[in-house]
């Protein structure tokens, strides 16, 4: 059971990038899925987040810029990014059906991170 984070890279501001999130071993169309970012000296804070019927959440910083879906046929969750901006620099997680509690989102399924360099 695991889940597959790619598609980072370094991109200039005002670039766009599509990070995907693939899962092998159990299938992601009856999970919550959500895209996390880690700054470094930062806590890990949330993305975006898909539900399994397909209502999404985005947290105010990239809402706008960033779209997550889903392809059940794929088994893969998607992020797509615009406009990027350097403060948008971290490592981006995947997680399925993430909880918050104690201060922090907890899952049993996290993708392994792919970095994301907004630089001129």
């Known amino acids: 059971v695991q889940l597959q984070a790619s598609g980072g890279g370094l991109v200039q501001p005002g670039g766009s990038l599509r990070l995907s999130c693939a899962a092998s071993g159990f299938t992601l169309d009856s999970y919550a899925i959500a895209w996390f970012r880690q700054a470094p000296g930062k806590q890990r804070e949330l993305v975006a987040f898909?539900?399994?019927?397909?209502?999404?959440n985005y947290a105010d910083a990239v809402k706008g810029r960033c779209t997550i879906s889903r392809d059940n046929a794929k088994n893969t969750v998607y992020l797509q990014m615009n406009s990027l901006r350097p403060e948008d620099t971290a490592v981006y997680y995947c997680?399925?059906?993430?909880?918050?509690?104690?201060?922090?989102?907890?899952?049993?399924?996290w993708g392994q991170g792919t970095l994301v360099t907004v630089s001129s």
């Open positions: 898909i539900r399994s019927n397909g209502d999404t």
């Open positions: 997680a399925a059906d993430p909880v918050y509690f104690s201060g922090s989102w907890h899952s049993d399924y």
